[in-house]
């Protein structure tokens, strides 16, 4: 393969990283603490998680479309890859390791995407409405924490198994 394609390959890949696990990050060590902080008890603050999940989930689902095209097309060029599991080189079971973590982190996106979110964006309107259950309300966003930073904790872990697999 060129270089230029392959270059892109790798800046796309890179960019779609970014959004992924730097949204990750960022919403759980910045954005949700100081929210929390300042708007504790406003029901603004339903309000406002909802849009930031809202504009969150499309730009991870994209960014995990395009890792996965980008990483099919680095990964049959890398030198070290020897064929669909194959594992009888160092490079392919760390490579493994590292698609384990990705699959944990999709299916913890897709348990908040399609059960933990709904609920909660359900719980939050009727807050807002005034007829809501407070105590339900926050069990759903524990929830959603919860799940949040094991989805932070894999993608450091794909850092990690990255890292590890470029420096073979």
């Not at 800046?11 to 919403?27: Q, R, S, Y």
Request: with cysteine.
């Amino acid at each position: 393969m060129s270089q230029l394609p392959l270059a892109l390959s790798y800046f796309f890949h890179l960019i779609a990283t970014v959004v992924w696990i730097g949204g990750l990050v960022t919403l759980t060590v910045f954005v949700w603490p100081e929210t929390r902080r300042v708007l504790a008890n406003n029901p603004a603050w339903f309000s406002l998680l909802t849009r930031i999940r809202k504009r969150f989930v499309p730009l991870t689902n994209f960014s995990l479309v395009l890792l996965v095209l980008t990483g099919f097309i680095q990964m049959s060029f890398d030198p070290n890859y020897d064929g669909t599991l194959t594992f009888d080189n160092e490079w392919s079971k760390v490579m493994l390791l590292k698609h384990l973590a990705i699959v944990g982190m999709v299916l913890c996106g897709l348990v908040l995407q399609y059960a933990v979110s709904p609920a909660l964006e359900r719980s939050s309107m009727q807050l807002e409405r005034g007829k809501g259950d407070p105590a339900e309300w926050e069990k759903l966003r524990r929830r959603e924490v919860r799940l949040t930073w094991l989805n932070v904790a894999l993608g450091i872990a794909v850092l990690g198994f990255t890292a590890w697999a470029t420096a073979l």
